[in-house]
């Protein structure tokens, strides 16, 4: 299994990225995904999660409507739209895969996802 993340980069607080997240060696519609990051000195945290399908999508509360997590199974990819950026936004992100229901993604109490990808740089500046 697979999974590259990519899109990072540097943008200003109130700008826009978008992170791709490409699957390989995996059928990628049998697996929930997720985005998580760790900022410098802080410990990861989850971001978002999507269900298998896509019709269901799971926020942290501090990018809820500023950030959208969607997937094409088509493309074996996830993507991550993130507006209005704030420096506190700046870490490096990582998309997981996991067989578990994506609501389970951003809960500690569960195992953390299974497969993880090598992470994209965010760097939000003010």
């Known amino acids: 299994v697979q999974l590259q993340a990519s899109g990072g980069g540097l943008v200003q607080a109130g700008g826009s990225l978008r992170l791709s997240c490409a699957a390989s060696?995996?059928?990628?519609?049998?697996?929930?995904m997720g985005w998580f990051r760790q900022a410098p000195g802080k410990e990861r945290e989850f971001v978002t999660a999507?269900?298998?399908?896509?019709?269901?999508?799971y926020y942290t509360d501090s990018v809820k409507d500023r950030f959208t997590v969607s997937r094409d199974n088509a493309k074996n990819t996830m993507y991550l739209q993130m507006n209005s950026l704030k420096p506190e936004d700046t870490a490096v992100y990582y998309c997981?895969?996991?067989?578990?229901?994506?609501?389970?993604?951003?809960?500690?109490?569960?195992?953390?996802?299974?497969?993880w990808g090598q992470g994209t740089l965010v760097t939000v500046s003010s």
């Open positions: 060696r995996i059928t990628f519609s049998a697996y929930a």
């Open positions: 999507i269900s298998r399908s896509g019709s269901s999508t």
């Open positions: 997981a895969a996991d067989p578990k229901p994506a609501q389970a993604m951003g809960v500690k109490a569960f195992p953390i996802p299974k497969y």
